[in-house]
T-cell receptor
């Protein structure tokens, strides 16, 4: 199993550009989420999904969109990039039916917005 | 609401012990603990559930005080490999299953 994969690993955008961060998992997990990590702020939840077709907002959803058309994929779209969105983005997945309900994190995408 | 971790940073010599605390102002259903090495993704250590018992993982253990809505992570006889940033993630009673809110992290440095 590849686990949770994210692409790209690094990305530089100009202010106003849009892009999609990709996240995929091959563990058949129902729950997937997106976090951003900034120095001294820990991990902050952007959006999450409890299954295909179901998404909800986390703590910091503004400027981001998500959709979940399949169990495997959970892309994060930046609509109009801003310097404040410079961060490291982690995707995670978990299976509510297992114990312990640990979250498996992808390797992260380091995004810089100029 | 983000849980509060303390201390913000800890410096140890190999073999010393440390305690990291995580406090919430709201009723907790579960507390997760993760460790993150520099430049890497967070890795799961353990989970404590409401009404559950203290968990252990090698020389790392944790407890969950439901009355105080607090969890503590105990690192015993620290090793160089314990260095990293430790995060607690909390699930609140009555919220969506699996929705975690993380603390700001505690940086642990172990010196030889």
């Amino acid at each position: 199993n590849a686990g949770v994969t994210q692409t790209p690993k690094f990305q530089v955008l100009k202010t106003g550009q849009s892009m999609t961060l990709q996240c995929a998992q091959d563990m058949n997990h129902e729950y997937m989420s997106w976090y951003r990590q900034d120095p001294g702020m820990g991990l902050r939840l952007i959006h999450y999904s409890v299954g295909a077709g179901i998404t909800d907002q986390g703590e910091v959803p503004n400027g981001y969109n998500v959709s979940r058309s399949t169990t495997e994929d959970f892309p994060l779209r930046l609509l109009s990039a801003a310097p404040s969105q410079t961060s490291v983005y982690f995707c995670a997945s978990s299976d509510p039916g297992t114990s312990p309900n640990e979250q498996f994190f992808g390797p992260g995408t380091r995004l810089t917005v100029l | 609401q983000q849980p509060v971790q303390s201390p913000q940073a800890v410096i140890l010599r190999e073999g010393e012990d440390a305690v990291i605390n995580c406090s919430s102002s709201k009723a907790l259903y579960s507390v997760h603990w993760y460790r993150q090495k520099h430049g890497e993704a967070p890795v799961f250590l353990m989970i404590l559930l409401k009404g559950g018992e203290q968990k252990g993982h090698d020389k790392i253990s944790a407890s969950f005080n439901e009355k105080k809505q607090q969890s503590s992570l105990y690192l015993t006889a620290s090793q160089l490999s314990y260095s990293g940033t430790y995060f607690c993630g909390t699930e609140l009673v009555g919220t969506s299953y699996g929705k975690l809110t993380f603390g700001q992290g505690t940086i642990l440095t172990v010196h030889p």
